[in-house]
């Protein structure tokens, strides 16, 4: 009789997650701007506004980028060619502080994330996994009026738990405007309830389930950067594979001291600024009936959605999403220095960032905005299968854009020159895996990569 493998530990709950998006009905409807019920356009400015005053407006920015270091700023923006240092671009402004929280809870010792099955308008797939909480100041103050949160009150309340993790970190700032939100994890040992559309995860599901694509969602990876072990923390410090350098890469000794002091003089030889504008000004940028957008179909396109989901605090509304032009490549070069992996990181400005600079991964681009490639693109597309050793499709943040989609990769290379360019950073796994516990360090898309390197097996 022949023997069936058994699934994989993550097949479960991937197999949940299916059930529970096919029993709740969900609709998003993609629909002209000047037909979303709750928001309007603010006719002195062109900015589009909700009629509250909260949640979230789409607005003008003009910005300027100069570097002292160099006047060949090469940098990768999803808004402009390499080398650009003035432009204007719509963008979200949401200056309230949002929560993304996991709640973590032992099991036999080991801990476990309680996660939730969330619908977003935005997701190519409707429904993904999400931290226990994933809330606007606007959502969970209930300026919609609508349902409570779950879990709330373990992260608004102290002494609900033991805090593991807790820091104000950015979000995609191309598109947002200094926007941030409280990642936060919290150890429990309440036996509390497990509501419908929620489940606790192990570290072996996750890191299964972050192989797949568009399965767990942007805010659930980075919350969990802070707080997902590493696969490889078991393996003997003298395996001689990639896995084994990872490891002794967590384990490596801190410098975070001079990592920083070189991450500190490259922001302060770089300066920003920036000033809000009306929307209808910003130039390059066009309202249609419909939509804005650009004559040459490049970087992204602002629509608006109308949402039917039985299952959210509120069972329908409207809003405004931003649609990038293409899929995205989010890539990290790793290098092996005497048995040691270390990762290219590159100080990264862009129109919202929120202190002039952010560390990011090797590449962050979407390919068809550049009229020649970022540094490192090339390689990392190029690389032979051997040398790959991350590569799955996640999707970005899915309550403000629609079917945002990237390609991470970890791309192992020899031919990469130790002394690193103007404006990149050698770092440890130990580097990144203490900065992500601490604000304006590491920008989402490392946050996120992170995550990936801790599901190496």
């Not at 805010?219 to 997902?228: F, G, I, K, N, P």
Request: hydrophobic share 40%; aromatic share 6%; with cysteine.
């Amino acid at each position: 009789m022949p023997r069936t493998r058994p699934a994989p530990s993550h097949q479960h709950v991937h197999d949940w997650l299916t059930a529970h998006a096919d029993s709740t009905g969900y609709r998003v409807k993609e629909v002209p701007l000047d037909q979303l019920e709750g928001w309007h356009t603010d006719p002195d400015t062109g900015n589009l506004v909700h009629h509250t005053g909260r949640f979230y407006s789409v607005e003008g920015l003009e910005v300027a980028v100069e570097d002292d270091a160099t006047r060949d700023l090469a940098l990768s923006r999803h808004h402009g060619e390499p080398g650009d240092r003035r432009w204007e671009q719509p963008i979200i402004v949401q200056p309230e502080i949002g929560i993304l929280g996991i709640l973590v809870k032992r099991f036999d010792g080991v801990p476990h994330m309680l996660m939730q099955a969330k619908m977003e308008p935005g997701n190519i797939n409707t429904l993904q996994l999400s931290p226990t909480v994933q809330a606007t100041r606007s959502n969970y103050t209930r300026v919609h009026q609508g349902n409570a949160v779950p879990y709330l009150e373990y992260f608004t309340r102290a002494g609900r738990g033991r805090p593991l993790a807790d820091a104000l970190q950015s979000e995609q700032a191309s598109w947002f405007l200094g926007k941030r939100n409280r990642n936060v994890v919290i150890e429990t040992d309440d036996d509390l309830p497990v509501l419908d559309g929620f489940r606790w995860c192990s570290p072996e599901e996750l890191r299964g389930l972050l192989h797949l694509d568009n399965v767990v969602n942007m805010d659930s990876r980075t919350v969990l950067a802070a707080c997902l072990p590493p696969s490889g923390a078991g393996l003997a410090p003298d395996e001689d594979s990639f896995a084994g350098a990872l490891t002794r890469s967590a384990a490596a000794p801190s410098r975070l001291t001079g990592l920083t002091s070189r991450f500190t003089g490259i922001k302060a030889r770089r300066n920003l600024t920036r000033r809000r504008i009306p929307l209808a000004r910003a130039a390059g940028w066009q309202r249609g009936h419909d939509r804005i957008d650009r004559a040459d179909g490049r970087y992204f396109s602002v629509l608006g959605v109308d949402v039917h989901a039985g299952d959210r605090e509120v069972a329908h509304w409207s809003q405004p999403l931003l649609k990038p032009a293409g899929r995205g490549v989010i890539a990290l070069v790793a290098r092996r220095f005497d048995g040691v992996v270390q990762l290219l990181m590159r100080a990264r400005t862009d129109a919202g960032t929120f202190d002039i600079a952010e560390l990011a991964p090797t590449v962050q681009c979407l390919p068809g905005n550049h009229g020649s490639p970022p540094p490192f693109l090339d390689l990392v597309l190029s690389a032979s299968p051997e040398r790959i050793r991350f590569d799955a499709v996640h999707s970005e943040e899915g309550g403000r854009f629609y079917h945002a989609e990237n390609r991470y990769l970890i791309v192992e290379a020899d031919d990469v020159p130790p002394e690193a360019p103007e404006g990149f950073l050698w770092a440890t796994l130990r580097d990144l895996q203490e900065l992500v516990l601490h604000s304006h360090y590491l920008n989402v898309e490392a946050r996120c990569l992170l995550t990936c390197l801790l599901a190496l097996r």
